[in-house]
């Protein structure tokens, strides 16, 4: 097996709504961000998978090792040499990978957010940053797209959050900011035991409110001229708002007990439309 097909292996089984965005690019981007999402899907794995947290960090200290053999020219895992020709073509920042995993350390080391302060460092390392070497794949031409990047990756990691919070909960994670959930009068042990309530609709709908802010914020920060090379970015974010609208739709505390999701075929005519629109 190739490290490229070891890539879009990774990928595919993940049915990430992201692998959907990667369909219509020519094959050297399509490899290129497809060996990306499986670096982040690999670390992320890590943070969610591996219960014994001394093994957790041995396997992050070992990533941070490889993305310095990388940027060395001599890595060892599939994924990382996947990365190597985009990473010397596209000069891809090695900052930006070990900020990556840094986020995946932040997961290891707490489960609550005092203030959603301290949520947008966590959300600009596991998403923002995926955010700016996704732009730099697709190319773009004016400096002001970094920061639709940045702008468009925190409103889709909102989104998950938003998406997950049953899912998180159970697992004894709350990422939506303590000081937010007091304000709303909702309690952790209500988030951890998907306690529905007006109070907690109020609340989900006020994460909701947030990430679609991000989104128009986003969507106005990219300049016309780099429109059509971010494509695949539209794309997602086609999907991911479809999502968010799904979650308000009916109740919003679904996601309390459930997991909201689209259906691949919908996923695939939003990512289609998305490209003929732009």
Known sequence: MSPQEYCQNKAAASGSSFYYSFLFLPKAKREAITALYAFCREVDDIADDVQDVNVAQTKLNWWRSEIINLFEGKPQHPVT????????????????????????QMDLEQNRYRDFEELELYCYRVASVVGLLSASIFGYSNPQTLQYALDLGMAFQLTNITRDVGEDGRRGRIYLPLDEISRFGVSEQDILQGKASDNMRQLLEFQVERAERYYEKALAELPLE???????????????????????RDDIQVVLNARVSLTPIRKLWLAWLTWIRN
């Open 226 to 248: 780099d429109r059509k090379q971010q494509r695949t970015g539209l794309i997602m974010a086609s999907i991911y708002r479809t999502l968010l609208k799904e979650i308000k």
């Open 81 to 104: 040499m996947a990365l190597q020709s985009p990473v010397r073509e596209l000069k891809l920042k090695q900052q930006h990978f070990l900020e990556i995993i840094n986020g995946m």
